[in-house]
């Protein structure tokens, strides 16, 4: 026996459903906004139940009925402790309409539901024909609730949409990507009003749910490298969430292993700097001998990069000695070549493993979407990084020169 929440061809229990609400069109009006769950044994679907979520964390009990060879056998209690238990990761309160029919009464009074309120004269202004039952004609649509047992609060929610956020910045994600992915987590487990600043490397984000509890919350997120596939992850997750396929924890455990990503293997990332920089400095006007050097120097180079990250070097650092490093391979290329090679061709394909262009194209989108700050953080990161390459280049050239007494570029 399983309970399976039916997301498609909800029509096709429309039959079953209507043992529990005889007016066809009362049941359509809820369906398509509502989530149906269907109890299945041996094959077998042996009740349903439509619950619709309303706002300010609430939800009701639109419809539940078991099958007639089926009842007696605890499948609606069943059904109704684990719709609960569900529904507690984003509700506080169920609610469940029913008409003055004492044995529905007391059957939900068993489930844990208590009065909550009454509608007088619901059904014969709302359905056509009398509806009876158990001899009584039903009239008022009396309300019962039950306190769920909320896992759910708006600070684990804004939690969730930070860490998400957190993941998407430091890994070079647009501003705008983590302001939509944030809101929409929140939105999805109805904390209503959400406020965010982001800048490049901090979240601030101030968030409640309309029941006076509210949540403020900033976290700082430094600069670091970019992972595009981590971003693609993060934005798939946060659209499953959306659509209301991933539970909160569900969420927090897919959030921390997409945090694990491992990054492409050492040699993978050493040969795409290489095949890189040969084949921009191709591009950029170096001939096919320079070029085939740059591959080279560019695979020399990255492995200084690994080794840096794994020391956890200063950008500084690791940037001027990629400069210097990429300099002194060039010029002794330019002497094992003579004539052969310049020294401006290699030098410009491979410094391109260094250039930060994710970061550069990122601020200037940032600009343009009016995030002037943020953008302008993110600038000013991807120039120091020029200008630090700059440096090591600069310096090397300049001790060449006056040592050698001259350069031919």
């Known amino acids: 026996m399983k309970i399976q929440q039916i997301r498609r061809d909800k029509d096709e229990y429309i039959d079953m459903l209507l043992m529990a609400d005889p007016q066809r069109d009362m ?14 044994n041996g094959g077998d679907v042996c009740a349903v139940c439509v619950v619709e979520l309303l706002k300010n964390r609430k939800c009701e009990l639109k419809n539940i009925v078991t099958r007639k060879k089926d009842r007696g056998k605890g499948y609606a209690k069943y059904m109704i402790r684990h719709i609960c238990e569900h529904y ?3 509700c506080d309160t169920m609610y469940a309409g029913t008409g003055n029919c004492k044995k529905t009464l007391e059957f939900l009074g068993k489930c844990g539901f208590v009065n909550s309120h009454m509608v007088a004269n619901y059904y014969p202004e709302h359905y056509r024909e009398p509806i009876y039952e158990e001899g009584v004609r039903l009239t008022d649509k009396i309300y019962l609730k039950k306190q769920l047992d909320s896992e759910v609060s708006v600070k684990k929610v804004v939690d969730l949409a930070l860490e998400a956020g ?14 939509e992915t944030i809101i929409r987590i929140c939105k999805r487990f109805h904390v209503e009003y959400v406020d965010t600043f982001i800048l490049s ?23 670091s490298s970019s992972h595009l596939g981590i971003v693609a992850e993060v934005n798939e997750l946060s659209r499953e969430i959306a659509e209301g396929l991933v539970s909160i924890e569900e969420a927090s455990e897919r959030l921390r292993e997409i945090d694990k990503f ?3 293997r050492g040699y993978f990332q050493v040969l795409a700097a290489g095949i890189s920089s040969g084949c921009y400095g191709y591009i950029l006007g170096a001939s ?4 085939i050097v740059a591959f080279f120097i560019g ?15 200063s950008k500084m650092i690791v940037n001027i000695v990629g400069g210097v490093m990429i300099t002194t391979l060039a010029i002794a290329g330019y002497h094992l070549l003579p004539g052969k090679v310049a020294l401006s061709g290699m030098i410009i394909g491979s410094i391109m493993p260094l250039v930060p262009g ?3 194209v990122n601020a200037i989108r940032d600009i343009a979407d009016s995030d002037f700050l943020s953008g302008t953080v993110r600038m000013i990161d991807a120039l120091l990084v020029f200008v630090y390459i700059a440096v090591g280049v600069g310096v090397t050239l300049s001790a060449y020169n006056n040592m050698g007494g001259g350069l031919m570029l």
């Open 201 to 223: 490397h901090a979240i601030f984000i101030s968030a409640e749910n309309g029941m006076e509890e509210a949540y403020t919350k900033v976290k700082q997120v430094p600069l």
């Open 262 to 264: 491992p990054e492409k």
């Open 288 to 291: 096919a001998l320079e070029s």
């Open 358 to 360: 994710l970061a550069f």
């Open 299 to 313: 695979c020399i180079l990255y492995v200084w990069v690994l080794t840096a990250k794994k020391l956890k070097l």
């Open 88 to 90: 507690g990761n984003q």
């Open 166 to 179: 957190r993941i998407l910045l430091k890994n070079g994600a647009e501003i705008f990507r983590v302001d």
């Open 27 to 40: 049941i359509e009006s809820y369906l398509d906004n509502s989530e149906m769950f269907a109890l299945i």
